[in-house]
Each structure stands twice: as structure tokens, then as C-alpha cells.
């Protein structure tokens, strides 16, 4: 071997290190927002000259396609743009975003390279054009990051997943407890549970992509209501929803005007959707909603090896009979005595009804503006 390929040997040999930050501890990066900083950083501290670096890669999402950041050298600050799927909130992000951002920062040449196999897209520009072994560095550094960007996704991919499904809160607990059937957690909280009228009678004269739509559009207004609030959609049961707002300060107050909050956006949003609908000569969507307040036990159920994960006990029953009530009282939203009793928001008194398979009769209110029936 000559003099000239030993040392290039003993070169390959040894890692920088920014090359040993990427093997040994990127994969604990908070994010790939994380990540792209610290990775920039050790770059600079290896004598690599940056002004800013970019990162883009897709995301599982319901609404979000892929995302792009972009680190600045002068400040260490990383900004976002979220590239919203077909259909989403808005126009998707052009796939040279990174690279515009680059450009509008320093003149010099932008430099990328894809990560891994059809990864994520790695991008940096300088304070003056890269050399031939500011570009290698680049490259080597592309080359490790796959490893840890690809953890981050997967970890990144199994928290999206849960909270699609679940919710924010939910997904959480999941994350945290073990995978097995336990006793769960006893967690107070104001129950939203409401319900479409008439379901049954448009699944069997409308075509299933028109039934897919109302269900769709039903559940954008209750359940973008109650995100609003603060609250979370635990299920979709059929055409219904149960939903929560856990107490988590001394008084359950904030907690129940939150959900009397959201049963009255959720009321004004269905008001917009039928006049939409009657424009286009389809039918109205009636619902009735019921609030409680009460303790659940929130955790696994199921057989030992399929888990579901959701909420049960006393409080949950009673609210999803007190929706019951909404037809043959001819109110949209009903509250049980309980959630009531913590607030001073205005309702009107209903009196005392059995409610079925509850053992007390409840005490049943009604916002004032919920005066229209139900049928």
C-alpha cells in the first residue's frame, strides 16, 4: 500500500467528532428539529462553514405531508413550515422549499443530499462556496444521520399513529403505561357524549359515499368543538361521540364551562353545515349532545391480547342516557345536575327523570339557546 493510501486509510479510520455524535447520541434528539441544530453545531464546532442548514421529510399525519425546517448558524433558532396533505388546510409545500429558504440567506451554493434510501431531504449552505472537503464532510455527515432520522421518524410515526386513533392525552397514557390489561387511572372529568338523530334513516336512502360525507362533516364540527375547548375525543362510537375533559385543577369549573363552550360551537358549526346542505338540497343533520361531570376509570380493557383503550364506569353510562333524553325532551344539548352544580353559566331547570339502567333519577338542565327539537 503507498504512503498516499495509508494515510487515506488512517483518515477513513478516524471519526470526527460530529460523525461520533451522529453514531452514539443523535438518536436521543428530542426531534428532527433537534437534530438539524445540533447536527449544524457540531458541523461548525468540525470547521465546516454554514450560514443555515435545511430539513424536510414526510410525516405521517392525518392533515400534514412533510415538513421543513431551517436552522440558522448566526442564531441557533430552527423555524417550521408544515406541507399540508391533498384536501388539508392548505397548499402543499413546493418540494425545493428548504432550498428557497437557503438561497434567501446566504449567496452562496446550497448543497444536499438525501438521506438514507429515499429519505429525508438534508440541505446547507455556507458563507462562501463549500471546498471539495467541506462537501465530503457533508456527505459523511448525510450519510450517518440515516440511522438516527430514521429512529426519530419511527418513534415520530408511533406517536402520530396513537394520537390519530386516540388523541393527545390518551396516546400519552399509552405511551407511558405498560402494554398489557391493568387497573388503569380514576380521572375526573367533564363527558361530552353526543349523538347524530335520524342515522339509521339516511344510511338506508343514501349512497355510502354520501353517508361517509354527513359522518365526516358531523364529526369535523363536534370534534373540531371540542379540540377548540380543550378537550379530547375518546371514541367515535358508530355515529356518536364520547368525549372528555379532564379536571386538572383544584376546581372542575374551567372544565365544565369548557364543555358547555364546545357544545355551543359544536351547535353553531351544525347551524353552518345544514344551511349548507339545504343549499344543496340534502337533508338537515340533527344531533343531541349531554354533558356530565364525574369519575372514570381511563386505561386497557379487552382479552389479553387485543387491548382497546377507553373509558368506563358510572359517569360514562349516565351521560351517554342522558343524550337519550334529547328527542323526547326536544333539546339539542342536556347537562346532568352534577356538571351544573360548577357553574354559573346560565341554564334553564328541566326537573328530575329517570334515566335508563341509572338507579337515582338525575337532574337535567339545558342552555337557554338550545330550544329547538331535535327531530
Not at 317 to 332: A, D, F, H, I
Amino acid at each position: 500500500m503507498t504512503k498516499t493510501a495509508l494515510l487515506r486509510h488512517h483518515r477513513t479510520m478516524q471519526m470526527s467528532p460530529t460523525l461520533a455524535w451522529l453514531v452514539d447520541a443523535a438518536s436521543d434528539s428530542a426531534g428532527a428539529d433537534r437534530l438539524l441544530a445540533d447536527l449544524g453545531a457540531h458541523l461548525l464546532a468540525d470547521g465546516v462553514p454554514l450560514a443555515a442548514g435545511a430539513l424536510t421529510l414526510e410525516v405521517p399525519h392525518p392533515l400534514i405531508a412533510k415538513r421543513t425546517w431551517l436552522w440558522r448558524a448566526d442564531n441557533g433558532r430552527v423555524i417550521e413550515a408544515l406541507g399540508f396533505a391533498p384536501g388539508g388546510l392548505a397548499p402543499d409545500l413546493p418540494d425545493d422549499a428548504g432550498r428557497r429558504w437557503l438561497r434567501g440567506i446566504a449567496d452562496g451554493d446550497v448543497h444536499e443530499d438525501v438521506v438514507g434510501r429515499d429519505g429525508p431531504l438534508l440541505g446547507w449552505i455556507g458563507p462562501r462556496p463549500f471546498r471539495s472537503d467541506d462537501i465530503e464532510q457533508l456527505r459523511q455527515a448525510a450519510r450517518f444521520a440515516a440511522t438516527p432520522l430514521a429512529v426519530l421518524a419511527a418513534r415520530a410515526t408511533l406517536r402520530a399513529t396513537l394520537e390519530a386513533y386516540l388523541g393527545k392525552r390518551s396516546a400519552e397514557r399509552v405511551l407511558a403505561a405498560p402494554l398489557r390489561r391493568d387497573l388503569g387511572e380514576t380521572i375526573q372529568a367533564a363527558l361530552l357524549y353526543a349523538d347524530l338523530r335520524g342515522f339509521t334513516t339516511l344510511s338506508e336512502s343514501s349512497p355510502p359515499a354520501d353517508i361517509i360525507a354527513a359522518l365526516d362533516a358531523w364529526f369535523d364540527r363536534i370534534a373540531g368543538a371540542v379540540h377548540a375547548f380543550g378537550g379530547e375525543v375518546l371514541k367515535f362510537i358508530g355515529d356518536g361521540v364520547l368525549a372528555i375533559f379532564p379536571v386538572i385543577e383544584a376546581s372542575p369549573r374551567r372544565a365544565c364551562e369548557a364543555a358547555l363552550r364546545a357544545a355551543g360551537a359544536a351547535e353553531a358549526g351544525m347551524a353552518y353545515l345544514n344551511a349548507e346542505r339545504s343549499a344543496q338540497r340534502l337533508p338537515p343533520l340533527a344531533f343531541g349532545a349531554a354533558l356530565h361531570l364525574g369519575e372514570m376509570l381511563w386505561g386497557n380493557i379487552g382479552a389479553a391480547n387485543r387491548l382497546d383503550f377507553t373509558a368506563i364506569g358510572p359517569a360514562v353510562n349516565l351521560v351517554s342516557r342522558l343524550e337519550g333524553l334529547c328527542k323526547p325532551l326536544g333539546r339539542t344539548v342536556l347537562v346532568s345536575g352534577a356538571l351544573a352544580a360548577e357553574t354559573d353559566m346560565p341554564l334553564v331547570e328541566l326537573g328530575l327523570h329517570k334515566l335508563r339502567g341509572i338507579a337515582s333519577p338525575c337532574e337535567v338542565l339545558a342552555p337557554p339557546e338550545a330550544q329547538g327539537r331535535t327531530s
